[in-house]
């Protein structure tokens, strides 16, 4: 059992960097396909990175493309999401989740078995 916790969020300026963090424990870690969603106030649950256990292949959405990059240190048992070049529309709870290796890297929320509690980001205009 995979227990995930997030930092880094916060109040940012349009334009500014946050870099969010996911501290996994419980289980091996390295073995596990690590994701970020992210939920904004009456929107659904949006799918912005992943990356498979060993660091590649990455993912994003197409709405972070090219502004945000995720990566991860197995030895810390940490994965990272770098967001560069936030916009107001970033604002949301994001959320890091997981899920055992089969091989396959998914960018379905219901594959993820393994949920954060979330760490609000918040970029004001």
């Known amino acids: 059992q995979v227990q995930l916790v997030e930092s880094g969020g916060g109040l940012v300026q349009a334009g500014g960097s946050l870099r969010l963090s996911c501290a996994a424990s419980?289980?091996?870690?390295?073995?596990?396909?690590t994701g970020w969603f992210r939920r904004a106030p009456e929107n659904e649950r949006e799918f912005v990175a992943t990356?498979?256990?060993?660091?590649?292949?990455?993912y994003y959405g197409d709405s972070v493309k090219g502004r945000f990059a995720i990566s991860r240190d197995n030895r810390k048992n940490t994965v990272y999401l770098q967001m560069n070049s936030l916009k107001p529309e970033d604002t949301a709870v994001y959320y890091c989740?997981?899920?055992?290796?089969?091989?396959?890297?998914?960018?379905?929320?219901?594959?993820?078995?393994?949920w954060g509690q979330g760490t609000q980001v918040t970029v004001s205009s």
């Open positions: 989740a997981a899920y055992r290796s089969s091989g396959i890297v998914y960018t379905t929320a219901s594959r993820y078995a393994y």
């Open positions: 990356i498979s256990w060993s660091g590649a292949p990455t």
């Open positions: 419980g289980g091996t870690f390295s073995r596990y396909v």
